[in-house]
Structure formats: structure tokens, C-alpha cells
């Protein structure tokens, strides 16, 4: 399961450096022009405390914008190395609400699920600690997930959440057919016996991952 979760890894690499690359290029791009007005500073004098405010404001601003981008890389480069940490400890101490945070947050690497997947991740505010394969369970999780992306259209609305220690997945376009519970059941095999999967739902489809501290 180790190399699985790793192959996974690689496979979405390609991702991974384009959601690097994009918020790396606007701080490239702020940077300079805070350079730019930086030098203009020293061609100001005292009677242009009007240009110097502007300066100050556009300064700020694009610092914030600086921050706000190396906080998004900061996210992927921290769910890569949670991802190898964990996948190299394998059977561990996991705890859900991060490994929601963090699986979820890799995943945007894969452009069905952060472009055409109308996403809603919550996970409440208590942490919840499972003692568990985390090979297994992440290669179910993403298995669910790719299993949803496959059989619904793209603009799908996608809920994942963190409730009494279960992982529930709602999609309301899902359609819990014969075939799509079969591939449920293929993508969670690793985890039976140590995990209760249960599908259903009315209004919108549910799939539920109930995990038990093993």
C-alpha cells in the first residue's frame, strides 16, 4: 500500500508544480514592484507626502499579497511532507482532522478535483485520534474520491467532513448504482475488518467511513 500511496504522489506532481508555480510567479511579480517603488523613494522629498502615502499603500498591499502566496505554498509543501512522512510510518497514530486537512489539500493537485469539484471540507473543532494504517486508509480516501470524479459530470458538489469520527462523503449528482458500490467496496478493501463502510442517503448520496481505533 506504501508504494501505491507513493505512486500517487508522483502521479499528481505535474499538479503539484503548477499550484507551486502560480502564487511563486505573483510573488515574484509583487516583489519587483515594491523593489520598483522602493527606488523611487529616493527621488521623493519632503513635499511629496502625498506620492509617499501612495507608495506606502500599494507597498502594503502587495506585501500582503506576498504573504498571502507564500501561505499557499507553505499548504502544498506541508501536505507533501505529511504525505511522505506518513506514508513511510505507516501503521501510526493518526489524527483525522489533519489528515482531512491535509489529504484534501494535496488532492487540488488533481485538476478535476480543484477545478471542475464544487468542494466543502469541514472537520469541527475537536481532535480525533485513530491508531490506524495510514496507507490503507489514505488509499481509500482518495479511492473514494476518485471514484465520485469518475461517475458524476464535472461542477459536482462534493462535501467531505469529519462527524462523531467518521470521514462522510455527500455528493448529490452521485448515483449509488450496483457498479459504483462494487468499485466503493474494491477502492476500501484494505480497510475492512478495521473500518465500517456504509452507502446511502436520500436527497444526496453518502458514503460513510466509520474507523475503528485498531
Avoid at 114 to 140: I, M, W
Avoid at 144 to 166: F, W, Y
Avoid at 186 to 193: F, P
Wanted: hydrophobic share 35%.
Amino acid at each position: 500500500m506504501k508504494q501505491k500511496v507513493l505512486a500517487h504522489i508522483g502521479s499528481l506532481m505535474g499538479g503539484m508544480v503548477h499550484n507551486i508555480n502560480t502564487p511563486l510567479m505573483w510573488i515574484m511579480g509583487r516583489a519587483q514592484l515594491v523593489q520598483s517603488r522602493n527606488e523611487k523613494l529616493d527621488s521623493l522629498n519632503g513635499n511629496d507626502g502625498e506620492e509617499l502615502r501612495t507608495i506606502k499603500a500599494k507597498n502594503s498591499k502587495d506585501l500582503k499579497s506576498i504573504q498571502d502566496g507564500a501561505d499557499k505554498i507553505d499548504h502544498i509543501l506541508k501536505s507533501l511532507g505529511y504525505k511522505i512522512q506518513m506514508a513511510n510510518e505507516g501503521y501510526t497514530s493518526i489524527e483525522l482532522r489533519e489528515f482531512l486537512e491535509r489529504e484534501t489539500d494535496f488532492l487540488l493537485a488533481d485538476m478535476r478535483f480543484k477545478h471542475e469539484t464544487k468542494r466543502e471540507v469541514t472537520s469541527g473543532p475537536q481532535s480525533c485520534y485513530v491508531k490506524f494504517d495510514y496507507n490503507a486508509l489514505a488509499c481509500a480516501f482518495t479511492g473514494i474520491i476518485d471514484t465520485i470524479m469518475d461517475v458524476t459530470e464535472k461542477g459536482r458538489n462534493l462535501k467531505i467532513s469529519l462527524e462523531n469520527g467518521a470521514i462522510l462523503f455527500r455528493c448529490p449528482e452521485l448515483k449509488l448504482t450496483p457498479e459504483v458500490r462494487a468499485r466503493i467496496e474494491s477502492v476500501c478493501l484494505e480497510i475492512r475488518g478495521r473500518a465500517d463502510i456504509v452507502m446511502g442517503g436520500e436527497d444526496e448520496a453518502e458514503i460513510s467511513l466509520w474507523i475503528r481505533d485498531t
